[in-house]
């Protein structure tokens, strides 16, 4: 027997529609979990083989002296399991499940994914890269909210990844998500009590849409710190040996931004015969810390300032003299040779000269 148009119509718009479905909602049809459909890369499904690779620890904030309590398991299911108790006494007030170091390029895709199921609280998650303060990694942290005992799929952008370290956050601060060093969960909601979360794996999305060129070029071009910029720069390696002579990083370690008027290699190649080695004896250390102080404002004045404050505050005593003349700027008898050279913790103008404070011998 033949079956009717009728019926026929019936059929292809019931297929069509389970096509619909299909499309719309493939995890009601098992495709959800499988790598080929999701639009990005695998960072980890919590095999037994990753989690040897990873050996994920728990860090908790009994290093600073607080209480707080976490714990972390692999399940035979392939999950990774993070309980335990937060406690904000003694300061206190983190747990974190961290990998060891780990090597990903993440800079073609626009975020992490990750399916998690929790207990209401807001996590985060945290990647290291290869931003530093003081010389130690800065960690970028993005926040997930959970929903208590469901399995969601929670998306953090790598936009949203904020540096930060030991609660100091540095939203200058770029991830260069073509190095990716660590992985890391943490929990530090302030608020004391149980906390529980599983994580099925960790992947990321919108795999080609990320701006890997461009971040890779964003990162090499943002301002660097004083001292880095001082190095990379080429024209002031006599000015970092004086520096590192008379043991003046402590000035560069400061939360406030620095001016620096930094005389160039030349600018020292003038001062007469056999001074600057004399300078650089230890028993004239004194004498060399109160030189290069004279070389260094507190805050951060760009030239247009600082010819407007006209006379400039030095950290260790004295002042210096701005003027502008027939489009020069001039800091006592120096030039500036290059004004506003930008850092993340002030600025260097570049003179010709080196600043003799006023009195001394």
């Not at 003694?90 to 090597?103: I, K, L, P």
């Not at 953090?156 to 770029?174: C, L, T, Y």
């Not at 004295?318 to 506003?340: C, F, M, Q």
Request: glycine share 8%.
């Amino acid at each position: 027997m033949f079956m009717s148009a009728c019926v026929l119509a019936r059929l292809r718009n019931l297929l069509y529609a389970l096509l619909f479905v299909w499309l719309s909602f493939p995890s009601a049809f098992g495709f959800a979990d499988s790598p080929a459909s999701w639009r990005g890369q695998s960072v980890s499904e919590f095999t037994p083989a990753e989690n040897k690779e990873f050996s994920w620890k728990i860090v908790n904030d009994g290093v600073m002296g607080g209480l707080s309590k976490g714990n972390v398991e692999h399940t035979s299911d392939n999950r990774m399991h993070f309980w335990g108790t937060l406690s904000l006494d003694n300061n206190g007030g983190f747990s974190t499940v961290r990998s060891r170091g780990v090597n990903f390029d993440l800079s073609n895709d626009l975020g992490l994914l990750l399916l998690v199921k929790g207990d209401g609280r807001t996590y985060e998650a945290r990647l290291d890269s290869t931003a530093t303060f003081r010389g130690n990694p800065l960690s970028f942290l993005g926040k997930f909210k959970t929903k208590k005992d469901q399995w969601i799929q929670v998306k953090v952008p790598f936009e949203d990844f904020i540096a930060s370290w030991r609660g100091r956050q540095f939203p200058d601060e770029v991830l260069d998500t073509s190095a990716i060093r660590r992985v890391s969960i943490l929990l530090a909601d302030k608020n004391p009590g149980s906390f529980d979360l599983e994580i099925e794996w960790i992947r990321t999305y919108g795999k080609g849409q990320g701006r890997k060129q461009k971040s890779v070029e964003n990162v090499s071009a943002q301002p660097k710190r004083l001292i880095a910029t001082v190095v990379a720069d080429g024209r002031f390696t006599i000015f970092k040996q004086a520096l590192d002579a008379a043991k003046l990083t402590v000035f560069f370690q400061w939360d406030n931004p620095l001016t620096i008027f930094a005389p160039t290699d030349e600018a020292f190649s003038n001062l007469p015969e056999g001074l600057l080695e004399e300078l650089l004896k230890p028993d004239n250390r004194e004498k060399l810390v109160s030189l290069l102080a004279y070389h260094v404002a507190a805050g951060s004045f760009d030239a247009k300032q600082a010819v407007a404050e006209k006379n400039i505050n030095m950290v260790r005593g004295g002042r210096i003299h701005v003027t502008s003349h027939s489009k020069e700027t001039h800091v006592n008898d120096a030039i500036v040779l290059e004004p506003d050279i930008q850092c993340v913790d002030g600025i260097i103008h570049a003179i010709d000269t080196v600043l003799i404070p006023e009195n001394s011998e």
